[in-house]
Nanobody, 122 residues
Framework: QLVESGGGLVQAGDSLRLSCAAS????????MGWFRQAPGTEREFVGA????????FYGSSVEGRFTISRDNAEDMVYLQMNNLKVEDSATYYC?????????????????WGQGTQVTVSS
């Protein structure tokens, strides 16, 4: 089970940190990813972190502004979002990958959270 939290309404330029609490034995063995989806659009890859936290990779629209981290001892994964833009507004989803190294596509993820809403105003 994956449960996201930390979403809300912020202004452009602000920062926000999303959290994802994981339960189950799979967490430490697999990569974790963040995706987002705005109304009327496809779910978009935001970024991912491999199983031990040693590597991260991001979508081009958030590269340099967002940072993913994980705490395997606490079964948590985080998405730090800085310099938020209006176009970052979406529902953000945490996902557990099928492998230790994850990927950029939806099909590479097995479990999904319910999402948390992020709205950025101008």
């Amino acid at each position: 089970q994956l449960v996201e939290s930390g979403g809300g309404l912020v202004q452009a330029g602000d920062s926000l940190r999303l959290s994802c609490a994981a339960s189950g034995q799979f967490f430490n063995n697999y990569a974790m990813g963040w995706f987002r989806q705005a109304p009327g659009t496809e779910r978009e890859f935001v970024g991912a972190i491999i199983w031990n936290g040693a590597d991260t990779f991001y979508g081009s629209s958030v590269e340099g502004r967002f940072t993913i981290s994980r705490d395997n001892a606490e079964d948590m994964v985080y998405l730090q979002m800085n310099n938020l833009k209006v176009e970052d507004s979406a529902t953000y989803y945490c996902a557990a990958a099928k492998t230790a190294f994850g990927g950029r596509t939806i099909n590479e993820y097995r479990y999904w959270g319910q999402g948390t809403q992020v709205t950025v105003s101008s």
